[in-house]
Structure formats: structure tokens, C-alpha cells
Nanobody, 116 residues
Framework: QVQLVESGGGLVQPGGSLRLSCAAS????????MAWYRQAPGKQRDLVAS???????NYADSVKGRFTISRDNAKNTVYLQMNSLKPEDTAIYYCNVPPPGPYIPWGQGTQVTVSS
């Protein structure tokens, strides 16, 4: 079974950048589409970006032009480069498969806080 561990979050000022990483265990990673989600306090978990196993990407309108999702199948890792961060990007960020994909347990997520 695939297990997911997110890292790279932190406190950053508005306009700053962060790069999130998601390390996945298990041999299925190379054939899975992957995605980043985020959940702000009191809100539902939303899909932010996704990438197919061949590298085709999709983004939520709120992050287009600012965030870039990528993957390294040799390292079983998916990344989220976040630029021009805004306070409304503050959330816990998770990686997982995009819907409707197979069930994979959620990791602990990584906190991103954008504040001056």
C-alpha cells in the first residue's frame, strides 16, 4: 500500500515562495496520477493541482500561474512549487491521488502559513 509523507511547509511572507515535497512509498507511484490538496481552518479540503504519470498537469483557478506541480518517478516524489504566495494560501497541504483514484490513506500534511 502506498504511504505518503509531506514536507516543506513553513511561515512565509506574502509574495514569497515555498517548495513542498511528497514522498511516496510503494511500487504503484510511477503509474498513479498524483495531486496536491489544501485545507484551511474551518473549510473543506480542496484540490489544488494534479499531475498524470506522464506529466500532464491541471490547476485550480486560484493558483494558476503561481503554483507548479511536478514529479520525479525515480524518487517516488511529487513537488509543489508555490510562488507569489498570498495570505489566502494559508492551509495544511496534503498530497494524494486525484479523484476518483484508488483509496490511499492521507498523510499528516504540511502547514503553510502566509503572513507578514
Amino acid at each position: 500500500q502506498v504511504q505518503l509523507v509531506e514536507s516543506g511547509g513553513g511561515l512565509v511572507q506574502p509574495g514569497g515562495s515555498l517548495r513542498l515535497s511528497c514522498a511516496a512509498s510503494g511500487s504503484m507511484f510511477g503509474i498513479l496520477a498524483m495531486a496536491w490538496y489544501r485545507q484551511a481552518p474551518g473549510k473543506q479540503r480542496d484540490l489544488v493541482a494534479s499531475i498524470t504519470f506522464r506529466g500532464s498537469t491541471n490547476y485550480a483557478d486560484s493558483v494558476k500561474g503561481r503554483f507548479t506541480i511536478s514529479r520525479d518517478n525515480a524518487k517516488n516524489t511529487v513537488y509543489l512549487q508555490m510562488n507569489s504566495l498570498k495570505p489566502e494560501d494559508t492551509a495544511i497541504y496534503y498530497c494524494n491521488v486525484p479523484p476518483p483514484g484508488p483509496y490511499i490513506p492521507w498523510g499528516q500534511g504540511t502547514q503553510v502559513t502566509v503572513s507578514s
